[in-house]
């Protein structure tokens, strides 16, 4: 069965440095999430992307944020200056179409910041 | 108030039990409703989609009321792998995100 992938599975850095993290959508997808959980809490929506450019973000993807295609295959999420609140489960999602199709989430990536 | 809102839990039943989790929605607008569960640290899984008409998957039904903006699940004959965290989640308008309510945690006991 095909499946979403993320890569790391757990990463660790330090506040203020970059981060980039990987996943695979499910290949004949064409709308691509990310979320995030922070520890204890629901998940949140941070960002859609379609047709090579961002749908909608919420107020959690500030400048910091950017999500890039950069082949036919990856989707990244990079934040440039990491603070110690962006400690949380990263997950990406895919989905073929949108509304009643179901999104499909990757394992996620643990971003711990120290 | 909040965009989706879940009985806060946890909740702790035998095998075999009936166990009714709710939800409510603030947005009349919303358009398209699940039930996700999530594994302790995995990622979220689509449950069942909801349907106004109501569904039912197996043990599992789900039931909408536009007019109360409210969704339910019903699980019958509880298993031991049920135990899991139960999340409500809406589309809401026009858009592609889905708004996760915080979860309701079930664990079946033997």
């Known amino acids: 069965e095909p499946e979403v992938t993320q890569t790391p599975s757990h990463q660790v850095t330090q506040m203020g440095q970059e981060v980039i993290l990987r996943c695979v959508p499910i290949?004949?997808?064409?709308?691509f999430y990310w979320y995030r959980q922070i520890l204890g809490q629901k998940v949140e929506f941070l960002v859609s992307?379609?047709?090579?450019?961002?749908?909608?973000k919420s107020e959690i993807f500030d400048d910091q944020f950017s999500v890039e295609r950069p082949d036919g295959s990856n989707f990244t999420l990079k934040i440039r200056s990491t603070k110690l609140e962006d400690s949380a489960m990263y997950f990406c999602?895919?989905?073929?179409?949108?509304?009643?199709?179901?999104?499909?989430f990757g394992p996620g990536t643990r971003l711990t910041v120290l | 108030r909040k965009e989706v809102e879940q009985d806060p839990g946890p909740f702790n039943v035998p095998e075999g039990a009936t166990v009714a989790f709710n939800c409510t929605y603030s947005n009349s607008a919303s358009q398209s409703f699940f039930w996700y569960r999530q594994d302790c640290r995995k990622e979220p899984k689509l449950l069942m989609s909801v349907y106004s008409s109501g569904n039912e998957d197996g043990r599992f039904t789900a039931q909408l009321n536009r007019a109360s903006q409210y969704i339910s699940l019903l699980i019958r004959d509880s298993k031991l792998s049920d135990s899991a965290t139960y999340l409500c989640v809406v589309i809401l308008g026009s858009n592609y995100k889905l708004t996760f309510g915080k979860g309701t945690l079930l664990t079946v006991n033997p």
């Open positions: 992307f379609y047709n090579n450019e961002i749908s909608e």
């Open positions: 290949s004949n997808h064409l709308y």
């Open positions: 999602a895919s989905s073929e179409t949108y509304l009643d199709n179901e999104q499909f």
